[in-house]
């Protein structure tokens, strides 16, 4: 339903592009969120992408450096990361929902019905 691509190994600055491609019941979703999971911590919300109504959401620490965007003919969202950091090092997901929550609890994983398989960023200093 979700394919999460795009990881790799970057030296610290560097960027990476990740996509999340729907399918299935998926394509029907009304937000699509990256979270993230780095070794001994907790899954992370990092960027929250709506299709239609409401502006990307971003946690504090990606703010200025991830973008998130969507080429609708693929069906696939895209977060673009740049000046990566060794602290973005994680497995990188994204999540679907078909109905919208609101901006303020995007980044919780919990609301989420669809997920990803994963895509490992490792981020080297």
């Known amino acids: 339903q979700l394919q999460a691509s795009g990881g790799g190994l970057v030296q610290a600055g560097g960027s990476l592009r990740l996509s999340c491609a729907a399918s299935?019941?998926?394509?029907?979703?009304?937000?699509i969120t990256w979270f993230r999971q780095a070794p001994g911590k907790e899954r992370e919300g990092v960027s929250c992408?709506?299709?239609?109504?409401?502006?990307?959401v971003y946690t504090d620490s990606v703010r200025g450096r991830f973008t998130v965007s969507r080429d609708n003919a693929k069906n696939t969202v895209y977060l673009q990361m740049n000046r990566l950091k060794p602290e973005d090092t994680a497995v990188y997901f994204c999540?679907?929902?078909?109905?919208?929550?609101?901006?303020?609890?995007?980044?919780?994983?919990?609301?989420?019905?669809?997920w990803g398989q994963g895509t490992k960023v490792t981020v080297s200093s």
């Open positions: 999540a679907a929902r078909t109905v919208r929550v609101p901006t303020g609890v995007c980044l919780n994983s919990i609301y989420y019905d669809y």
């Open positions: 299935g019941s998926a394509l029907h979703w009304a937000l």
């Open positions: 992408h709506y299709r239609s109504g409401s502006s990307a």
